[in-house]
């Protein structure tokens, strides 16, 4: 599947120092790079949309995070290998589907193609493997085999649907020095429990070996696609076995990070480390790095309260991307925060300010600048100690020289995505 095209990013003089990140397994600041080896190849995986409400403000925050990142490190003059998939077949793609009386297929095309769109209006470097689930399927089937063979997967009865042939994880089975369940997330087994329940799994399905083990192949059903499975029989793979296996197909093991929202902490990212794992013995990724939720005025932002902010609908309603890609860089990405009209008549703001004063930028202000934003960024992603260096800079007297204008745009542009 083609991503979205690829933007210019300037090249700059001067370079990034080593990006540090918040890493969720360990708790702890972790540099992305060791001292001898700071323009080592980078590697990142950061899952992409179930596409049937793209985009909203929470994935524009997520995916905008990791353009930082991506930038950070080619600012520092690594080469960054980067995947992202697409599940393009899942519970939720297809009850929209069936509500809405459009084929999944159709959904899931439009939708992808509007992600497309909003990444390539807020300024994102597109993966170089962007891949769905289904274009995945012939090389994950193999991979549950031989799960399957090594008593890591099992089979299950019959539910109460009738249907055979539902395959899990065991996760307790699975264990070994590359992963233990609560390597990544760190969570007690009871608020497992609770976010399992709430974020796709089944912890009550009758004959699982364990209430946490996550289905790997999902039998096929009456109404539902389904696909070949050789020897798993026909139906479809399950959510986290996808994102271990493409990760695996197109990544070093481990990679640099793997990045999401905080919501895919457990079971998600957990599971498709364990996934990995359990294969090669090796870990999925160093760090694991999570973006806060982003709620609307005050409230949780959700498809059951209707109150989604689109990046479309703002594009469509005329306001500029740069000036949503500012409203998110001005918080901090682990945290949670509210999109609110005030944020964006505030960045909408900024950048006419950045802008008015760019005309009269001298080149020991670019620079210094530079150097600034260069700092914040290395430090966990300060954007928004970046965007406050830039209103610093704003709010000096106009100088006499413009010597250091495109310097400033250009760099502004390569370090935080923002064109002016």
């Known amino acids: 599947m083609h991503a979205w095209k690829n933007p210019e990013v300037p090249q700059v003089v001067g370079s990034a120092p080593i990006l540090e990140l918040f890493n969720t397994a360990t708790g702890n600041l972790q540099a992305t790079a060791s001292a001898d080896a700071a323009k080592a190849d980078a590697s990142m995986y950061v899952c992409g949309i179930t596409p049937y409400d793209a985009t909203h403000m929470g994935h524009a925050s997520t995916y905008v995070t990791f353009d930082l990142v991506h930038r950070t490190w080619l600012d520092s003059g690594r080469s960054v290998a980067y995947s992202?998939?697409?599940?393009?077949?899942?519970?939720?793609?297809?009850?929209?589907?069936?509500?809405?009386?459009?084929?999944?297929r159709d959904l899931a095309e439009e939708q992808v193609q509007l992600f497309r769109d909003d990444m390539e209006a807020l300024n994102v470097i597109p993966p170089q493997n962007y891949i769905g689930a289904v274009e995945s399927i012939s090389w994950l089937v193999p991979v549950v085999e031989q799960l399957l063979e090594s008593d890591l997967a099992y089979k299950v009865p019959a539910g109460p649907d009738g249907v055979e042939g539902d395959i899990y994880f065991d996760t307790y089975a699975a264990q070994n020095d590359a992963w233990k369940l609560g390597s990544v997330s760190n969570y007690d087994r009871e608020t497992m429990?609770?976010?399992?329940?709430?974020?796709?799994?089944?912890?009550?399905?009758?004959?699982?070996?364990?209430?946490?083990?996550?289905?790997?192949?999902?039998?096929?059903?009456?109404g539902e696609p389904s696909w070949d499975g050789a020897k798993l029989g026909t139906g479809r793979p399950g959510w986290h076995i996808e994102c271990s296996v493409i990760a695996r197909k197109t990544l070093p093991a481990p990679f640099t990070v793997q990045g999401g929202g905080s919501d895919l902490i457990f079971p998600h990212h957990e599971f498709s480390a364990a996934h990995a794992a359990a294969g090669d013995h090796h870990e999925l990724a160093q760090t694991y790095v999570h973006t806060g939720m982003v709620g609307l005025d005050g409230e949780k932002m959700s498809k059951s309260l209707g109150n989604l902010v689109l990046v479309s609908k703002l594009r469509a309603a005329?306001?500029?991307?740069?000036?949503?890609?500012?409203?998110?860089?001005?918080?901090?990405?682990?945290?949670?925060?509210?999109?609110?009209?005030?944020?964006?008549?505030?960045?909408?703001?900024?950048?006419a300010s950045?802008?008015?004063?760019?005309?009269?930028?001298?080149?020991?202000?670019?620079?210094?600048?530079?150097?600034?934003?260069?700092?914040?960024?290395?430090?966990?992603?300060?954007?928004?100690?970046?965007?406050?260096?830039?209103?610093?800079?704003?709010?000096?007297?106009a100088g006499t020289s413009n010597d250091g204008a495109q310097l400033l745009r250009e760099g502004i542009d390569a370090l935080l995505g923002l064109k002016l």
């Open 318 to 351: 005329g306001v500029e991307p740069v000036a949503i890609r500012a409203v998110l860089l001005s918080q901090h990405y682990r945290t949670d925060w509210f999109w609110t009209d005030d944020l964006l008549a505030t960045a909408q703001e900024r950048v």
């Open 354 to 397: 950045w802008r008015e004063r760019l005309e009269t930028t001298s080149q020991h202000e670019a620079t210094t600048l530079l150097d600034s934003i260069r700092s914040h960024m290395a430090n966990d992603l300060d954007a928004p100690g970046a965007l406050d260096a830039i209103d610093q800079w704003a709010a000096q007297p």
């Open 193 to 222: 429990l609770g976010f399992f329940a709430e974020r796709g799994g089944d912890p009550q399905r009758v004959g699982k070996r364990d209430s946490l083990d996550p289905l790997l192949w999902r039998a096929a059903r009456e």
């Open 84 to 104: 992202q998939n697409i599940t393009d077949v899942d519970d939720p793609l297809l009850e929209r589907a069936e509500a809405t009386g459009v084929d999944w």
